[in-house]
Nanobody, 112 residues
Framework: QVHLVESGGGLVQPGGSLRLSCAAS????????VSWHRQTPGKEREMVAD????????SYADSVKGRFTISRDADKNMVYLQMTSLIPEDTAVYYC?????WGQGTQVTVSS
C-alpha cells in the first residue's frame, strides 16, 4: 500500500522560499513517475512539476519555471519541491503524486 505524506508548507512573504517534502512508503520513488500539483478553491488541480526516467527528466509549468525545482532522494525515498521567489499567486494546497497515488496536501500561503 502506497502512503505519501507532504510537509514543509506554511506562510511565507512574497519573494521568500519554501521546500516541500514528500515522504513515500510502499513505492520506490526512484523508479516511479513523480510530480507536484497544486489547487486553489474553485479551480482544477494543476501540475507544477514532474520528473521521470533514468535520467531524471524534469518539466515545469510555465508559471513556475525558473523558480521551482523538483528532486528526489532515492536513499530517503523522498520527493522535494524547492520553491523560490514566491508570489501570492503561488498560494495553494500542494500535493505530491507518485505513480497513481496522492498525498493529503500541504498548504502554502504567500502573503505579506
Amino acid at each position: 500500500q502506497v502512503h505519501l505524506v507532504e510537509s514543509g508548507g506554511g506562510l511565507v512573504q512574497p519573494g521568500g522560499s519554501l521546500r516541500l517534502s514528500c515522504a513515500a512508503s510502499g513505492v520506490n520513488v526512484s523508479l516511479s513517475y513523480v510530480s507536484w500539483h497544486r489547487q486553489t478553491p474553485g479551480k482544477e488541480r494543476e501540475m507544477v512539476a514532474d520528473m521521470f526516467g533514468f535520467f531524471d527528466v524534469r518539466s515545469y509549468a510555465d508559471s513556475v519555471k525558473g523558480r521551482f525545482t523538483i528532486s528526489r532522494d532515492a536513499d530517503k525515498n523522498m520527493v522535494y519541491l524547492q520553491m523560490t521567489s514566491l508570489i501570492p499567486e503561488d498560494t495553494a494546497v500542494y500535493y505530491c503524486k507518485v505513480s497513481d497515488s496522492w498525498g493529503q496536501g500541504t498548504q502554502v500561503t504567500v502573503s505579506s
